[in-house]
């Protein structure tokens, strides 16, 4: 009996680990109705209160691609990055699982099951209101270094990815909030992070409340 069960359990286990849901990602939509930069800037905002509405597809598309997607020559992405290092990572995380953005496939890889958006809250439940948030870790692995210049130029990094989602939020009719504030070690533990890849910033975001 007992081997049974552990037989099945085994099963199980490789079932639900071969079923990984990455979601390929719709062409990000350049033609996208916006406001002008002008306008963008004038109007950006912090907004902490989200409506029910859900975000498709093609919204996370645009976003994502908007946060820190390949540009120009597929070497250089939407936000600058000190050396051209590219070491913000984007994880997305929504009510069904933790994804990470992989801007090479304009995909998204499952890498937690459930919803995790309670890690990315930390104190401030608005956060759970919003449909998706996502989470940006610095990789001083890919930068190559983790000394105090280094620090200070994977922030200011992940600054621009943080933004770029703010600024695209605000154009293309979504709402967001740049944040700090998480559970740092529930999310470094969750995403199987080392110590040298730190959650950093987060931006929640959603449509408007009416
Ligand atoms: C680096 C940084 C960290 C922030 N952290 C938080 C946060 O943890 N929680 C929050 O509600 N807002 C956070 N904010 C949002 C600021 O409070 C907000 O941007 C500021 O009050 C100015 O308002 P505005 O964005 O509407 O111009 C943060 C903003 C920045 C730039």
């Keep these: 009996m007992k081997k049974i069960i552990l037989v099945m359990t085994a099963l199980f286990t490789a079932s639900m ?17 916006t406001l002008s930069v002008m306008e963008t800037l004038a109007t950006r905002h912090s907004v902490r209160e989200y409506s029910d509405k859900e975000l498709s597809l093609q ?11 390949l540009s120009r020559d597929d070497d250089h992405r939407t936000a600058p990055t000190a050396r051209n290092k590219q070491e913000i990572r984007l994880f997305v995380f929504d009510k069904t699982a933790a994804y990470e953005y992989d801007a090479n496939s ?5 890498k937690a099951r459930g919803d995790h958006r309670k890690l990315v809250a930390g104190f401030q439940d608005f956060v ?3 449909p998706v948030s996502l989470v940006m870790v610095i990789d001083y692995d890919i930068f190559g270094s983790k000394d105090e210049n280094a620090v200070r130029m994977c922030c200011v990094d992940a600054g621009n990815v943080s933004e770029n ?30 110590d040298r890849q730190e959650p950093i910033m987060n931006n929640p975001v959603g449509y408007a409340k009416e």
């Excluded at 919204?59 to 997607?69: F, T």
């Excluded at 304009?106 to 499952?110: G, R």
Aim: proline share 3%; glycine share 6%; aromatic share 4%.
């Design 59 to 69: 919204d996370i598309s645009d976003l994502c691609w908007a946060a820190c997607g």
């Design 128 to 130: 759970m209101d919003a």
């Design 106 to 110: 304009h995909s998204l890889i499952e």
């Design 165 to 194: 989602i703010n600024l695209f939020c605000q154009g293309a009719g979504l709402v967001t909030v740049p944040r700090a504030t998480m559970d740092k070690k529930a999310i470094v533990k969750l995403l199987g992070l080392t």
């Design 17 to 33: 680990a071969a079923s990984a849901q990455n979601i390929e990602l719709p062409e990000v939509n350049h033609n996208r109705k």
